[in-house]
Structures are given as structure tokens and as C-alpha cells.
T-cell receptor, first 111, second 113 residues
Framework: AQSVSQHNHHVILSEAASLELGCNYS??????LFWYVQYPGQHLQLLLK??????LVKGIKGFEAEFIKSKFSFNLRKPSVQWSDTAEYFC?????????FGKGNQVVVIP | EAGVVQSPRYKIIEKKQPVAFWCNPI?????LYWYLQNLGQGPELLIR????????DSQLPKDRFSAERLKGVDSTLKIQPAELGDSAVYLC???????????FGPGTRLLVL
């Protein structure tokens, strides 16, 4: 079964700072890639996804992610965060008939 | 469009008691999933249904957990008897197909005392 690694579980940064969250996976076959976000008190929501095509994908709220197949990575970025981006972010990889999640990144944006 | 509906949102029970969770997926979504999420972890799959058939239940602890999806629409997950270690959030998700985007419900937060 595939595994998904997310590092730096807790991230604290100030508004207007740039954010990058790393995601690496272990599965060598064809994958679909996702980033989900969970705002405080809310349920998991899709932020963006990659199935095929342009490896640079744009999602909601100014987020983007880049799929680098050779590095088995799907890193999430946002050039300038806002207080409302405080949330937990999960990378997920569909492969081998299953969606595997990373442990998540808890991001706190200080006004 | 209504999202995935789950009930109850919270449940507190004593160990050895039974408990059940209910999920209604997004209309038209044939694939339904139950996940377990422990604190500080990502969701982990318990079972996946394609219509009314459980096609992946390898992660379901079958000695105490059971699930059903009668008529291929809503689903129930049961634990009997519950143990202290079952305290977690139980998430339901649905999708159009097995590799498609999964949409999650709000979850049921279970506390076993």
C-alpha cells in the first residue's frame, strides 16, 4: 500500500508570508493527487486536484500545487497567506484502488 | 446541491456499549467510504462500497465493526462492543467513481468512556 508523507506538522506564519507544504508519496503506479483543507469547525473540503495534464494546478483561494513525477511529490503553495488560511491541510494520493492521506499540516496564520 | 450528511455529530458512550453511525451520500454518487480519523492523523479507510457491494473492507476490524449499505444509497457503520480505543472521528465520503474526487461529510465524533 502507498504511503504519504507530510513534514512540518505545525506551521506558524504571519499574514502576507508565503506558504509551502511538502507532500511525498511512495506509490510507483498511476496516481491521482489531492489537497484537502479543514478549517476550524468545518469538514474536509477539496482545495485542488491533479489527474493529468499540466502538472501545475491551481485551486481555490489562491492555492496552487505542482506535481513532480520524478520526485513523487505534490507540494502546495500560496504566495501570500491570510488569517483565514488558518486550517489543517491534508495531502491525499489515490493509487492501488485506495486514497491514502498524509498526517496533515496544522497551519496557523497570525494577523 | 446537498453535501454528504452524517448523524449523529457527537456521541458519548460507555465502553462495551454498541453505537451506530449513519451516512447519506451526495445524490448520484455510487461509491461510499467510511474513514476513521484519530487526533493528529489523516483519515484511514475502513470500508468502500460500490453501490451496495463492499469492495474493500480489508481495514475493517470485523470482530466488532460492521457496515451495510442497503439499496446502494445511505449506509450505517456499527461498533459492538465499543472499546476505549475506538474514540475518534468517523468520516463518511462519497464519489461518482472509485478514483474520482471524494466529498466528505462533517463526521461523527465518538468518545468512549
Amino acid at each position: 500500500a502507498q504511503s504519504v508523507s507530510q513534514h512540518n506538522h505545525h506551521v506558524i506564519l504571519s499574514e502576507a508570508a508565503s506558504l509551502e507544504l511538502g507532500c511525498n508519496y511512495s506509490y510507483g503506479g498511476t496516481v491521482n493527487l489531492f489537497w484537502y483543507v479543514q478549517y476550524p469547525g468545518q469538514h474536509l473540503q477539496l482545495l485542488l486536484k491533479y489527474f493529468s495534464g499540466d502538472p501545475l494546478v491551481k485551486g481555490i483561494k489562491g492555492f496552487e500545487a505542482e506535481f513532480i513525477k520524478s520526485k513523487f511529490s505534490f507540494n502546495l503553495r500560496k504566495p501570500s497567506v491570510q488569517w483565514s488560511d488558518t486550517a489543517e491541510y491534508f495531502c491525499a494520493v489515490w493509487g492501488n484502488n485506495r486514497l491514502a492521506f498524509g498526517k496533515g499540516n496544522q497551519v496557523v496564520v497570525i494577523p | 446541491e446537498a453535501g454528504v450528511v452524517q448523524s449523529p455529530r457527537y456521541k458519548i458512550i460507555e465502553k462495551k456499549q454498541p453505537v451506530a453511525f449513519w451516512c447519506n451520500p451526495i445524490s448520484g454518487h455510487n461509491t461510499l467510504y467510511w474513514y476513521l480519523q484519530n487526533l493528529g492523523q489523516g483519515p484511514e479507510l475502513l470500508i468502500r462500497y460500490e453501490n451496495e457491494e463492499a469492495v474493500d473492507d480489508s481495514q475493517l476490524p470485523k470482530d466488532r465493526f460492521s457496515a451495510e449499505r442497503l439499496k446502494g444509497v445511505d449506509s450505517t457503520l456499527k461498533i459492538q462492543p465499543a472499546e476505549l480505543g475506538d474514540s475518534a472521528v468517523y468520516l463518511c465520503a462519497s464519489s461518482l467513481g472509485r478514483a474520482e474526487t471524494q466529498y466528505f461529510g462533517p463526521g461523527t465524533r465518538l468518545l468512549v468512556l
